[in-house]
């Protein structure tokens, strides 16, 4: 069973530009949440989507961004990038029932210069 | 105040030796408890979790969860260097349903 996948890996941007990551989740899975994780602040919850709706959403401006096709599959975006924008962004897919455990993807890391 | 909180470390242990990793949350309300591994360059996987105050146990691994004092904790017996990682606390909110707090998390290094 393939895991959490995101794209890209890695990518580098400079400020005032904006960015697309996705992450499709595990098959069956319809709940999609997303973290940001610096150093500084650790993991913290950007939003989480459901059979594409947001039924969460974290403190964040509203450059951050995000949605869910109906495949599962989400996207988030953040525009007009600023330095502290710079982090590990995970997606993480968690089971319909059950635990409510979350499953990651191996993260995209986005550099901001 | 953070809503979940725990010492940054780093924690060292002996290896053999019991490591003990602490959190505390601020929500009274909290319903679920969850402690993930997050190894150098990796995202976070799950170790266990807990919902019923008490211990849980699973393998080297035991939960501890007192409501009352708004804490849980995670053993793990009989370290192993494997075991170095950061140790994070993951904490779901009363009515949320995937709003999840972490804690900054615990490194953990196991000294051979």
């Known amino acids: 069973k393939a895991g959490v996948t995101q794209t890209p890996r890695y990518l580098i941007k400079t400020r005032g530009q904006q960015v697309t990551l996705s992450c499709s989740p595990i098959s069956g899975h319809r709940s999609v949440s997303w973290y940001q994780q610096t150093p500084g602040q650790g993991l913290q919850f950007l939003f989480e989507?459901?059979?594409?709706?947001?039924?969460n959403k974290g403190n964040f401006p509203g450059r951050f961004s995000g949605r869910q096709f109906s495949n599962s599959r989400s996207e988030m975006n953040v525009s007009t990038l600023e330095l502290g924008d710079s982090a590990l962004y995970l997606c993480?897919?968690?089971?319909?029932?059950?635990?409510?455990?979350?499953?990651f993807g191996a993260g995209s890391r986005l550099t901001v210069l | 105040q953070k809503e979940v909180e725990q010492n940054s470390g780093p924690l060292s242990v002996p290896e053999g030796a019991i490591a003990s990793l602490n959190c505390t949350y601020s929500?009274?309300?909290?319903?679920?408890f969850f402690w993930y591994r997050q190894y150098s360059g990796k995202s976070p996987e799950l170790i266990m979790f807990i919902y019923s105050n008490g211990d849980k146990e699973d393998g080297r691994f035991t939960a501890q969860l007192n409501k009352a004092s708004q804490y849980v904790s995670l053993l793990i017996r009989d370290s192993q260097p494997s075991d170095s990682a950061t140790y994070l606390c993951a904490v779901i909110h009363s009515g949320g349903y995937q709003k999840v707090t972490f804690g900054t998390g615990t490194k953990l290094q196991v000294i051979p």
């Open positions: 929500d009274r309300g909290s319903q679920s």
């Open positions: 989507y459901f059979s594409e709706t947001q039924r």
């Open positions: 993480a897919s968690t089971q319909d029932s059950g635990a409510n455990v979350l499953t």
